[in-house]
């Protein structure tokens, strides 16, 4: 499986995209600062995921989320506000 991952910085209340085959794994490397882009902004909190049986179409959906201001506002919409408050 390959999972498309929605993350809220505690700290600066921002949201990350990503792509994983391995979700805990790669959470786990977020909040230990292991990502460069995602360091200074420690702790996350997983919001939302989508899992796919293949790689392209994770990659096709996180590329739309990241390039594609709809998609990602409609993703957004779809995110209980308790969720998005944490």
Known sequence: MFYVYLLKSKKDKKF???LTSNLK????????GYTRST????????IYYE????????KTRESRLKKFKNSYTELKKRI????KEV
């Open 25 to 32: 794994r790669r959470f786990k490397e977020h909040n230990n």
């Open 16 to 18: 990350y995209i990503g």
């Open 39 to 46: 360091k200074g902004r420690r702790p996350f909190d997983i």
């Open 80 to 83: 209980p506000r308790s969720l």
């Open 51 to 58: 899992a796919y049986l293949n790689f392209e179409d994770a």
